[in-house]
């Protein structure tokens, strides 16, 4: 093998090595990380909103998330985020609520979008979990 096999193994190693397609970033100080998994079938009247754009469900079974889960379709696939208030330490009123396409923090009335899980002014956004298409009709939110 020439030298410049040698160097160009070396340079392309970290691109195929470096990268992860479903990696999420969970980093928050106030939200400690879970593991869960849950499948949602969207043929199941539960869940049938999910089927449109802009219609986000509240999933507050036992041991999903901390408080529980908001899952939407934003029309380019499905978001997942934790349902708990991302900027502060966890208390009586860290459960969001929902209003629209928005979840709102009711400790200090923040507001953070579903498209995008930021709230303006605020050094968190929302905590997200990855999502999984297993088929037209399931999907899998997990961490």
Known sequence: M??????????LFPIFFGCSNDTVNNNNRYL???NFSIDINMDLPLYTNLQ?????????Q???GITGVFVMNTGSG???????CPNQEIASC???TLNGINAVCPCDDAEYSLFNGQSEGKEFPLKPY???IISPTVI????
Do not use: C
């Open 2 to 11: 020439s030298i410049t096999k040698y160097i160009l193994v070396i340079l």
């Open 62 to 64: 036992a041991g999903i």
């Open 52 to 60: 449109f754009t802009g219609n986000p469900v509240y999933i507050d």
């Open 130 to 132: 990855s999502i999984q």
């Open 140 to 143: 899998r939110v997990y961490n």
């Open 32 to 34: 400690p990380n879970y």
């Open 78 to 84: 499905y978001v997942a985020y934790e349902a708990t």
């Open 94 to 96: 860290s459960a969001m």
